[in-house]
């Protein structure tokens, strides 16, 4: 999946990734999407609640190009 | 000596600890200390031999089996005290299955059991795989809604599958209060047995219809460590998935800890006798904490608001760590637990939490105990929005 900003949380214990991702959501314009990439595999479960929190829209996972989990959010508010 | 610059000064908070992790342990009922006094002196012997003390420590087991029954609302023969209550869980989930090893070695559980529960899941199916009788076979795991409460439909549906040795649902969830339709999940299920983990909730609730056996933990209610229940109902095939012993009771194994058991059979006794009291008690000071959690900003509560557990409760800060929350929270005299990764010596999130979907960090378990009292529900309410707008301020939030 395309993204408009990636967020580089390898090696980041949570909650790091999703304050990351709280902090650079408004780098984006409506509409534009954030790369969360994260080794912590609790960023599975909190990207998709701090989404769900904040009224963002969660698009899915995939990966980066070493392999490590990338989770997509769209900025709709 | 001089005080070393940079150490924090006294806390503030309450002026002894505040312990509020009930749900890991409750401390011992008074009624369980007086008895296990009485019984450390008295039931020493072996009940299986023929001498006098021996017929005391056997006539307190006896006693001890009679009253939990009573508590529980079973059949005497139904009881059998196990070392704990992971062994009970051990023992009546594997035992279901053992009885059923030829028609497979599958157990469908739902995804937010205990962890004791999943371990045994996964040892069925590798005794399985070791029989040669179905290489490659996995719990099912069943997944539950936003509230905890797992899926009925696609639970039976599971359970009607090929290969199937036994159901494992638990009473209530251990970490976040959840109650599981475990009456309605039994009436649905179609010869396959029904284990129970009821380890969260005996003594504070009776214990729901529809298992076929069950499991409980006395230090959960104000009981000892070290004595745990395994119920099996009448009628029901279980068969030992361990080595045999020759004791009191063909169900368990090793020498039977007799002061544990009739103290955890007192201790539930005076338990289950205020539980009504008790509830309406803990629910009410359970309540103000979900409603005054929930007005920190970027706080939620989890958990089943109305069929839940009345002494628990768990919620999760966003943007704050786990760990720093516990170690601060104890640092002002306030003992919780925690579901985060990090307060995990397998720095894995919580599994339950993970199933439910809820933010697994900043994550904080309160439960209260028997004599928790609504000022020290007040203190912990006064210190937490401090705690977590210290710990968000730390982190460079706003």
Known sequence: MTADLELDCRGMLCPMPVIELGRHLADVPLGGTVAVIATDVAARVDVPAWCRLRGQEYVGEDAADDGTPRYVVRRVT | ?398
């Open chain 2, 1 to 398: 000596m001089t005080k070393a610059s940079g150490t924090p000064g006294p806390a503030p908070g309450p002026v002894s600890p505040v312990y509020l992790d009930s749900a890991s342990s409750e401390p011992l009922h008074p009624a369980a200390r007086e008895v296990l006094l009485a019984a450390l002196d008295q039931g020493y012997a072996d009940p299986r031999r023929l001498h006098g003390p021996a017929r005391s420590a056997r006539l307190l087991l006896d006693n001890a089996r009679e009253v939990v029954a009573g508590c529980l609302g079973v059949r005497r023969d139904e009881v059998t005290f196990t070392s704990s209550g992971t062994e009970a869980v051990h023992r009546g989930l594997l035992g279901l299955a053992e009885a059923r090893a030829r028609t497979g070695g599958t157990v469908v559980a739902s995804a937010v059991e205990h962890s004791s529960v999943l371990h045994a899941a996964g040892w069925a199916a590798e005794r399985t795989a070791r029989r040669g009788a179905g290489q490659g076979v996995q719990p099912v795991l069943v997944p539950v809604d936003r509230l905890g409460r797992v899926d009925v439909d696609a639970l039976t549906a599971a359970a009607s599958g090929d290969g199937i040795a036994a159901v494992a649902v638990q009473a209530a969830n251990h970490e976040v209060g959840t109650l599981q339709p475990v009456a309605e999940i039994g009436e649905r299920l179609d010869g396959v047995p029904l284990f129970v983990d009821a380890c969260a909730s005996a003594g504070r609730l009776p214990l729901p219809a529809g298992w076929s056996a069950a499991a409980a933990s006395a230090h959960k209610w104000g009981g000892p460590a070290g004595a745990g229940v395994l119920l099996v109902r009448k009628g029901v095939r279980w068969t030992n998935p361990f080595p045999g012993d020759d004791r009191v009771d063909e169900r368990s194994s090793g020498f039977e800890n007799v002061p544990a058991a009739l103290a955890a059979a007192a201790a539930l006794q005076a338990v289950v006798a205020e539980r009504d009291e008790l509830a309406v008690h803990q629910a009410t000071l359970v309540d103000r904490i979900r409603r005054r959690v929930a007005e920190i900003p970027d706080v939620e509560v989890v958990g089943d608001p109305e069929a839940r557990l009345p002494h628990l409760v768990t919620f999760s800060c966003l943007y704050v760590d786990g760990e720093a929350l516990v170690t601060e929270l104890d640092r002002r005299g306030f003992g919780v637990a925690s579901g985060s990764a990090c307060t995990a010596s397998t720095l894995e999130p919580s599994h339950v939490l993970s199933a439910m979907g809820v933010l697994t960090h900043g994550n904080v378990r309160v439960s209260l105990t028997r004599d928790t009292t609504e000022a020290e529900v007040e203190a912990f309410l006064a210190a937490l929005p401090e705690v977590v707008r210290g710990i968000r301020a730390e982190a460079g939030l706003p």
